[in-house]
């Protein structure tokens, strides 16, 4: 789920995803001088990871990065490519737990990812974290931040609007009706990137699945619980009520995930359903903008809405890295204190360690307290027992959105995946 993908993308990663994750591409050079100095990079964290490069090469007097930047669709088509013909960066960014192809189960088990058990901040990690940054009890994630999944509100559009943000689903829906009415949507889409058509539907899920059943993934290892006959099928349902009440703008499928941003951002529409990444990147299109997110609510009941929050997506160190040194100095250096708070200040989102000093910002109030409250669920993606589970999900999302298939088909196929295991 921009992420997570993991989810998250959704998110956001992802993203992706979120997943974790920014969408548009773009690269910046260091020195092109080989050696000791140069680190090569491939980060999803447009926006955030250049700030944290400059401090890095600040603290390291002589040191270059040559770095780039990708979307999370682009960036995990091409990762596993780089990595079999050796042709992989010093470091790269690597999502929790099992749910695309970047994750760190993925990448892990060929043996592409240097063991990082070593580090002296492995030992701080929360276990819930440290959790999904593992494979065969050895980490290989730096995983420096919290992301969560929710609705994000443009705070001028709405007082422009002269609205609220809703609190349960009876007022969710009277809320996009009441903003169709004004002539500005409520929520910008952008299922053109298919890594943001998850983000919804976990927001929803969350709820609607784990609200009564904290052990639905345990039930799904076992084979006890299905997609197909569960609550996943009551929030896929609520995804295309939201759809068809006009809570987003026309044509989602022909938005991309920049255009949504643009939207949000500008009051187009009041607010985007993201992970808390998409803040810094809608203030960076809107400096003079407030953006809060707020949980997405799918019953009448607020006491009972969850919000999935789970670790973002980290950085990893290629095990054939031609600079391992400088790599190793590199994720230590994100997951010190001055590194973490400059990520998460600069992405909206909360440090994965604890004792950081780090301020949470008031637009992460609300996701800051539903984690105090433990009333959130990981990103569903992240303890899938393969990465297809989620690619078939995205797919069918999109072609839901077509007319091509059917929640009922789309559910059935995820559970085929699904039992197919690792």
């Known amino acids: 789920m921009m992420k997570t993908r993991t989810l998250t993308a959704l998110v956001a990663t992802t993203t992706a995803a979120a997943l974790l994750a920014a969408c548009s591409g773009g690269t910046k050079s260091g020195s092109d001088s080989a050696g000791s100095k140069t680190l090569t990079l491939a980060s999803v964290d447009q926006g955030s990871i250049e700030d944290v490069v400059k401090a890095f090469e600040q603290a390291n007097p002589g040191v270059k990065v040559r770095y780039t930047t990708s979307g999370a669709d682009q960036y995990q088509q091409q990762i596993r490519t780089q990595l079999s013909s050796a042709t992989a960066p010093d470091v790269m960014s690597v999502w929790p737990g099992n749910g695309n192809p970047g994750a760190t189960h993925v990448l892990a088990e060929p043996g592409y990812l240097r063991d990082l058990s070593d580090q002296p901040w492995v030992a701080k990690m929360p276990a819930a974290i440290k959790s999904v940054a593992q494979y065969e009890g050895k980490t290989y994630n730096a995983i420096f931040g919290q992301n969560g999944i929710g609705a994000v509100y443009n705070e001028q559009a709405m007082q422009k609007a002269g609205l609220t943000p809703p609190d349960t689903w009876t007022k969710l829906l009277a809320f996009c009706r009441d903003a169709k009415a004004k002539g500005t949507p409520a929520f910008a889409l952008g299922n053109q990137d298919n890594w943001v058509t998850q983000l919804v539907l976990y927001a929803l899920v969350?709820?609607?699945?784990?609200?009564?059943?904290?052990?639905?993934?345990?039930?799904?290892?076992?084979?006890?619980?299905?997609?197909?006959?569960?609550?996943?099928?009551?929030?896929?349902?609520?995804?295309?009520?939201?759809?068809?009440?006009?809570?987003?703008?026309?044509?989602?499928?022909?938005?991309?995930?920049?255009?949504?941003?643009?939207?949000?951002?500008?009051?187009?529409?009041?607010?985007?359903?993201?992970?808390?990444?998409?803040?810094?990147?809608?203030?960076?299109?809107?400096?003079?903008?407030?953006?809060t997110l707020k949980a997405l609510p799918a019953t009448d009941d607020p006491s009972e809405t969850i919000i999935p929050a789970a670790a973002g997506a980290g950085y990893g160190v290629n095990a054939k890295a031609k600079n391992p040194e400088l790599a190793l100095k590199f994720v230590n250096f994100v997951m010190s204190p001055e590194g973490m708070n400059l990520f998460v200040k600069k992405q909206g989102g909360l440090p994965s360690l604890p004792d950081t000093g780090f301020v949470v910002d008031p637009s992460l109030t609300e996701l800051s307290k539903f984690i105090q409250a433990n009333r959130t669920v990981p990103f569903m993606d992240q303890l899938w027992p393969n990465a297809k589970v989620q690619q078939t999900m995205l797919s069918g999302l999109q072609e839901i959105f077509s007319g091509q298939s059917t929640p009922q088909n789309l559910l059935k196929d995820m559970d085929t995946e699904y039992k197919a295991g690792s």
């Open 206 to 291: 969350a709820t609607t699945v784990y609200g009564d059943d904290r052990d639905f993934d345990k039930k799904m290892q076992s084979g006890q619980a299905t997609f197909a006959k569960s609550p996943w099928a009551t929030a896929l349902d609520k995804y295309l009520t939201m759809e068809k009440t006009g809570c987003f703008q026309k044509n989602p499928l022909g938005t991309n995930y920049e255009a949504s941003q643009q939207l949000a951002a500008t009051g187009k529409t009041l607010g985007i359903i993201q992970g808390n990444w998409v803040i810094a990147l809608l203030k960076g299109k809107n400096p003079q903008g407030s953006f």
